[in-house]
């Protein structure tokens, strides 16, 4: 019997269809190298191929837009929004709008040519994190934006591009994104019943329950959601609470690169390197204005959401307006905790 | 300059990037036919290779499951929900979720081998149109339905599988979508303030202002949407307030059959014949019940979403958390106006 289950933090039911379950071999994976690759831009040497970086890891006594970095982050080359300007919010009848104001950045994790983050060393991964900081941290200074969106698009069919060079991507935005406002609401709505952070509640759950934990190690678990949208898609939760990512210490964020490695591992692993996307939710920015989230501090708790995009079965929310995972989390859960990675 | 649209509905912000704008044959279309095809359950004489029929349109005189009709429904041969059983709401510790009771039914549109609905005649669209409106009058008596979606999932990219003959889906649930609730609530929102529907005020405005209009015909209007999600995306509305599909006359039944063709065909000329869904977005049943939805048949009003699946650039949303845009809604009406179709 196929299940309902409802997500308990944004009240939306998926339909979780046990019964055509199948192994991850039986799904029409698009592996990432099915596409030409095209020359890439980001790679040590190519500096002239990007705009200038806004920010950078480097040895010492290397110059800017030279040789000499390990992480380096510059503008999109193809952005989403524009830094320059003002936004301008007006009507049009009925419509509102405003121009496009934001930033787009992205992050090139390494110097070298390596296309997964799953390939990097726990001590690049974390390299990352602290550049996700503190760019976050800047971006939070003007005061146009409201929101800074990290996210990775890995491999072709999850908008990761024809270029096989590990990046992520960090969008400023003048707006809460929708699915930012219905986690902090939901999450409110449950601090306001039960006087307790429901994903806090859902880390104990988890570890409990055991049979959707993958890894409990250090301080972070990575579980597949009860009520998963996607196949084999991954939760990374810190046990300790806080809202805001950018608030993890130094430890965590140790703790943290060696976690992300270890699920983008078995991913790559256990599900025959699929494309993935990966995206940091966190409180926004300036919540003193938010009204309902005044209590934000102790309702919502940050974490990684974790995609891997297994063609054709994630599409089916696109029909059916309705997210129909075709692999129990159980399953999943169960599949990943088995993978041996080195 | 990129624009930030909200969606007047749900208050979704949409990046609307027009300096990236591309034209249609600046996508990676995959064509529908670009995967192998696989024998044909749903052609005449094949009868023996579905479920048993829920519902006919036949010539008099043949018998159920035999050749014979112009169309046919049964029960889908992986259904993602079951019709026999109880709902057995219960909790999980902090989880919510119910047995996975429901119906899910496949409308095949022609006894032909015939795969994109574009190419079925007026009449046998408008067949299609009303064997909709019985089925959901049929599933509406079932106590545990709350919801009938209808859609359509055409090519293998947007979730049609590797059959090439036209049908649509149908499947009943016992619960509401979070995306019709979302409607609900937002269309309420705006009519307790204006008092007024928000979509004729919709459809007012977009006749008026003319540069999303694709076709006004025979009390419909097709648009594309001002905030888009996805590039040529198009919205078929009614021009007579009506929150039930199911409730349209033997006219607008006709014409709407006239409109779909005509949105259909623009879009295999204009978009060399890519995948695409639509879903037919109506009230729920039961809405006695629904609270704040007490002034829906006021408020709320039916309508079709048609979204083209065009490769990469409609996954945007996965990897950002935010839709994204390429295709400026005025560029995308404009190209889809100008196409002629016979």
Not at 200 to 208: A, F, G
Not at 264 to 291: C, E, M, S, W
Request: hydrophobic share 35%; net charge positive; glycine share 6%.
């Amino acid at each position: 019997m196929p299940e309902l289950r409802k997500d308990p933090i944004v009240g939306r039911w998926v339909i979780v269809a046990t019964e055509r379950s199948k192994r991850p071999d039986n799904f029409s994976l698009v592996p990432v190298e099915s596409m030409p690759e095209k020359p890439c831009p980001f790679c040590e040497g190519q500096e002239s191929q990007t705009p200038n970086e806004i920010y950078a890891v480097r040895s010492p006594g290397t110059a800017k837009n030279s040789p000499g970095w390990q992480l380096r982050v510059v503008p999109s080359l193809t952005p989403f929004l524009r830094i320059e300007g003002e936004l301008d919010r007006r009507g049009k009848g009925m419509y509102d709008l405003m121009n496009g104001i934001g930033a787009h950045e992205i992050v090139v994790e390494t110097n070298q040519h390596i296309g997964n983050m799953a390939d990097l060393s726990e001590e690049q991964i974390k390299r990352v994190i602290t550049c996700y900081i503190e760019r976050i941290n800047d971006l939070e200074k003007d005061k146009r934006f409201k929101y800074v969106l990290v996210f990775k698009n890995y491999g072709w069919s999850a908008g990761g591009g024809r270029v096989r060079h590990a990046r992520s991507q960090i969008i400023a935005t003048p707006v809460n994104p929708k699915r930012v406002k219905e986690e902090l609401v939901g999450a409110h709505r449950y601090y306001e019943y039960h006087e307790r952070c429901i994903f806090c509640d859902l880390v104990k759950q988890e570890i409990q329950q055991k049979d959707r934990l993958i890894i409990d190690l250090d301080g972070f678990i990575a579980v597949v959601p009860f009520a998963s949208r996607f196949p084999f898609e991954v939760w990374i939760l810190p046990k300790r609470h806080s809202c805001d990512f950018v608030n993890i210490n130094e430890e965590e964020r140790v703790n943290l690169a060696k976690m992300l490695k270890q699920v983008l591992q078995r991913i790559k692993v256990g599900l025959n390197d699929p494309p993935y996307n990966y995206i940091i939710h966190t409180a926004p920015f300036r919540r003193a204005k938010l009204g309902y989230w005044k209590t934000i501090n102790e309702d919502y708790h940050w974490h990684i959401e974790i995609t891997p995009r297994l063609t054709r079965v994630a599409g089916f929310e696109w029909g059916t307006g309705f997210y129909i995972c075709p692999v129990a989390p159980e399953a999943a859960a169960k599949f990943l905790r088995e993978i041996t990675v080195t």
